[in-house]
């Protein structure tokens, strides 16, 4: 299974953007990207996913890079309730698929 | 509010009892899934199941047992646990095998098994 790494915490402050990296390095040419977080006590939550192109949802925008080596996770205005840990996670579109790896995650702390 | 129901929240058991975890959807997935989360660890696939049928079983020993017998409903039966067993067992259904690239999956809240 491709690989992800992650920071393992990062902190920010209510109301400001934050910026979730991740990098995959062995990314193949039909892996989609997705992002679960998971909050204290609580099952992990989709957040968003892309192939190659950059997304947005209601929830936070996906920036690919062009060579599809790293992703973005940004959370536009953080709030109290985004503090979790954010895992990005490949996934194979074809073969493989159904065995969804979790890494370690970056823990998000954000601060009042 | 999460999609996937699991129950019990909580499950105390000693080595020698027989108990179930169960999980419900009805969002018309085809996929579902147990994992298992260790204290401060990201979840670690134990079973899919693809069309009420197992799909993939990562080496889990025998004492964990899974069962689905219909396509809302999967079962996870315990017998002779280890206190190593305690753990966060959570439940995942997705639209069905070989589309979750580009569908995700939807996870319940989970089921905290003490194992004494």
């Known amino acids: 299974d491709a690989k992800t790494t992650q920071p393992n915490s990062m902190e920010s402050n209510e109301e400001e953007p934050v910026h979730l990296p991740c990098n995959h390095s062995t990314i193949s040419g039909t892996d989609y990207i997705h992002w679960y977080r998971q909050l204290p006590s609580q099952g992990p939550e989709y957040v968003i996913h892309?192939?190659?192109s950059n997304v947005n949802n209601r929830m936070a925008s996906l920036a690919i890079a062009e060579d599809r080596k790293s992703s973005t996770l940004i959370l536009h205005r953080a709030t109290l309730r985004d503090a979790a840990v954010y895992y990005c996670i490949l996934v194979p579109s074809q073969g493989g698929s159904e065995k969804l790896v979790f890494g370690k995650g970056t823990k998000l702390t954000v601060n009042p | 509010d999460t999609e996937v129901t699991q129950t019990p929240k909580h499950l105390v058991m000693g080595m020698t009892n027989k108990k179930s975890l169960k999980c419900e959807q009805h969002m018309g997935h085809r996929a579902m899934y147990w994992y298992k989360q260790k204290a401060k660890k990201p979840p670690e696939l134990m079973f899919v199941y693809s069309y009420e049928k197992l799909s993939i079983n990562e080496s889990v020993p025998s004492r964990f047992s899974p069962e689905c017998p219909n396509s809302s409903l999967l079962n996870l039966h315990l017998h002779a646990l280890q206190p190593e067993d305690s753990a966060l067992y959570l439940c995942?259904?997705?639209?069905?095998?070989?589309?979750?690239?580009?569908?995700?999956?939807?996870f319940g809240n989970g089921t905290r098994l003490t194992v004494t």
């Open positions: 892309g192939l190659t």
């Open positions: 995942a259904s997705s639209l069905q095998m070989g589309l979750t690239g580009n569908s995700p999956l939807h």
